[in-house]
């Protein structure tokens, strides 16, 4: 069974630049969370996307925005990049509420 | 809020030593408590789960038993190995809080020959 497949693994942009990153979680899984993780910060939950509904928000700016599409596939954007921004994005999948996530290899994001 | 605090790392020891890494958490009602662990340039895999008080967590030679009255939930094996070296999250989820995640600093361990 395949796992949580994210996309791209590095990625490089300047600061006012936007980027996309995706995640395509284990089949079958209906929720997909992201994390950001950093040295300072830690682990930190930014959203989690049930059946293309975002079901729960973390404490991020606006400038940080997702969606889910209907085969479960999950998005994140994030808008007008800052320095703070460089960080190892993290995305879980999990079969319904309250079941383990898990996640995947995560894309590093590095603003110049 | 919801809070998990681990130990500071890093901790080294050798190999077959006795591991305990300490993780106490606080929220409300009855949180799902977890154990991840990542690797180099990987993402988390889950170690193991507890979801209720009394529930013992066990996978790989680890163990975690979830102690309502002392909010802890303390990751320990009894002979670490080279291959154990990794960051280790203490994590939970709330009841009925969906998938959101509250995670631990993460705790390094080094294991020596």
């Known amino acids: 069974k395949a796992g949580v497949t994210q996309t791209p693994r590095y990625l490089i942009k300047t600061r006012g630049q936007q980027v996309t990153l995706s995640c395509s979680p284990i089949s079958g899984h209906r929720s997909v969370s992201w994390y950001q993780q950093t040295p300072g910060q830690g682990l930190q939950f930014l959203f989690e996307?049930?059946?293309?509904?975002?079901?729960n928000k973390g404490n991020f700016p606006g400038r940080f925005s997702g969606r889910q599409f209907s085969n479960s596939r999950s998005e994140m954007n994030v808008s007008t990049l800052e320095l703070g921004d460089s960080a190892l994005y993290l995305c879980?999948?999990?079969?319904?509420?309250?079941?383990?996530?898990?996640f995947g290899d995560g894309t590093r994001l590095s603003i110049l | 809020g919801n809070s998990v605090t681990q130990m500071e790392g890093p901790v080294t020891l050798s190999e077959e030593a006795f591991l305990t890494i300490n993780c106490t958490y606080t929220?409300?009602?009855?949180?799902?408590l977890f154990w991840y662990v990542q690797y180099p340039g990987e993402g988390l895999q889950l170690l193991l789960k507890a979801t209720k008080a009394d529930d013992k967590g066990s996978n790989k030679g680890f163990e975690a038993t979830y102690r309502k009255e002392t909010t802890s939930f303390h990751l320990e094996k009894g002979s670490v190995q080279v291959s154990d070296s990794a960051v280790y999250f203490c994590a939970l989820s709330p009841t009925g809080g969906g998938n959101k995640l509250t995670f631990g600093t993460g705790t390094q361990l080094k294991v020596e020959l």
């Open positions: 879980a999948s999990s079969l319904e509420e309250d079941t383990p996530q898990h």
């Open positions: 929220a409300t009602g009855y949180p799902s």
């Open positions: 996307y049930f059946s293309e509904t975002q079901r």
